[in-house]
């Protein structure tokens, strides 16, 4: 194995070579030892733990909003990774990952840091924005510019290109994670219930629609209630989770709409016409390219698989090298 792409998301890892595919997709997820730091497991193994883990273990989530959190928690999370991919190999690979647009030179040197103390053969951080555009293959290399909005977990990246080079790159702190936790609020202030982000997380993916749905469906969840103390359960509808997955939605393009004023006029023109390839996780979304299409007056397009554009961009990144 010569070369893996690791995207190391929020709340999901994906694993990609050239010639194998797709070897990971997992939760970012770990669990450790709360006495002695020792890692219990990792990845989707964590989320039966979630909302339900006694004292003597820990859930740590490594990489929020695309930051590092804990220097130890990702090296964890990393080289139980590269051990569980590469367990039969002397030689470890050359890694090829992801960072967001705008990070620091001391972010991009931690998370070096990182796959080096794995044990590495070399390690090449690439532009998280970039590498979506690239894995949406829509004219890379044509000299009229297009955009790319890759939405994921932790976050978003609004990102311009023309000839196959970057031309703006902007980060944009909201992505899925975001409407799950706007959901434990309002149920909380609404409802009077508690419930964990677990809980949340599975309401959202079961009822999410960037537009009313033409038949309310409903979920019941459990929790505590705020005022006796006591387990409750209560309803979430799908017009509950529409209104806080549209109050998030416009925020997004609102952020996208001001980074819009920093782009060239005659780039903006070939976006306009062109329009704008939406990738990351919550391009699954029912109804977000006519939601976004509508809010910003510019026409959208999911790519196929758009939680996989990163991971396959850093791999078609090895080959836009080769050719540049």
Not at 229 to 249: A, G, N, R, W
């Amino acid at each position: 194995m010569n070369s893996v792409c690791i995207d190391l998301g929020s709340e999901n890892l994906r694993v990609y070579t050239h010639k194998k595919g797709l070897l990971l997709d997992t939760s970012s997820l770990i669990a450790k030892d709360t006495a002695t730091g020792k890692l219990i497991a990792f990845g989707s193994d964590v989320l039966s733990y979630l909302d339900k883990n006694p004292s003597s273990i820990t859930i740590s989530k490594p990489i929020v909003t695309g930051n590092i959190v804990s220097y130890d928690d990702c090296f964890l999370l990393v080289n139980e990774v590269i051990n569980t991919i590469c367990k039969k190999s002397i030689l470890l690979p050359k890694i090829r990952a992801n960072i967001k647009s705008e990070c620091t030179e001391l972010q991009k040197l931690t998370l070096i840091d990182i796959f080096n103390e794995v044990g590495a053969r070399s390690v090449e951080l690439i532009d998280e924005g970039f590498a979506a555009a690239m894995g949406a293959n829509a004219g890379f290399y044509e000299r009229k510019a297009f955009a790319v909005i890759n939405m994921g977990a932790g976050k978003s990246e609004f990102a311009v290109l023309s000839g196959g080079q970057k031309v703006n790159s902007f980060n944009i702190e909201i992505g899925g994670n975001l409407i799950t936790e706007r959901i434990v609020e309002y149920v909380k202030d609404v409802k009077n219930c508690l419930i964990g982000f677990n809980t949340a997380e599975k309401a959202k993916l079961t009822l999410i629609s960037a537009t009313p749905k033409n038949v309310e469906v409903a979920v019941t969840v459990s929790g505590i209630n705020t005022e006796t103390k006591l387990p409750m359960v209560t309803e979430l509808s799908s017009s509950d989770i529409f209104l806080l997955v549209s109050t998030t939605l416009n925020t997004l393009c609102d952020e996208i709409s001001k980074n819009f004023s920093l782009v060239e006029p005659e780039l903006c023109s070939d976006i306009y016409m062109r329009g704008i390839a939406l990738t990351g996780g919550m391009a699954n979304i029912d109804g977000i390219s006519r939601f976004i299409s509508s809010r910003l007056g510019v026409d959208t397009n999911i790519i196929p698989n758009p939680e996989l554009a990163v991971v396959k961009g850093l791999d078609r990144s090895i080959n836009h090298e080769r050719i540049g």
